[in-house]
């Protein structure tokens, strides 16, 4: 049996390779307002979570893009009751938003408490924040 010693130089082919941007990168590009993401060469597809494969098309070809922090709410649903974290932004929208030029994603909406509050289709703008999640404003 051939004994092989490991290096510094070895590659384990298995290993994933690491994302262009990490999530602490990706988190301080969306404090400083910046929704950054990831994109597909290959098929177009565009995400926010990070990729180094294209889950469609298989692709290795990813490159980071950002994308407009405006877009409009294709669904919602109205918190009344929430955890501590939020008990100060009572009641608000967690909404599915279609970002201008990029994929769909989610986020809170703060002080929406009655359907008329936000019409589907309603215009709404990323705002940089330091709780938790994403967070949107009405435009």
């Not at 990490?22 to 969306?30: D, P």
């Not at 994603?105 to 330091?130: A, F, H, M, N, R």
Request: hydrophobic share 35%; glycine share 6%.
């Amino acid at each position: 049996m051939e004994q092989r010693t490991v290096t510094e130089t070895t590659r384990d082919d298995h290993l994933a390779p690491a994302p262009q941007l990490s999530l602490k990168q990706q988190k301080e590009a969306f404090k400083d307002g910046k929704l950054v993401g990831f994109h597909c060469a290959g098929c177009k597809l565009d995400r926010l979570s990070p990729m180094t494969r294209c889950p469609k098309c298989k692709s290795p070809d990813i490159t980071t893009r950002e994308f407009s922090k405006t877009g409009k709410v294709v669904s919602y649903t109205i918190q009344s009751v929430a955890a501590e974290q939020f008990l100060n932004e009572v009641p608000f929208a967690f909404a599915l938003i279609q970002l201008d030029d990029g994929p769909r994603v989610s986020g809170l909406i703060p002080w929406i408490g009655k359907e008329k509050d936000l019409p589907i289709g309603q215009k709404v703008e990323y705002t940089p924040s330091y709780a938790a999640g994403m967070r949107f404003e009405k435009r």
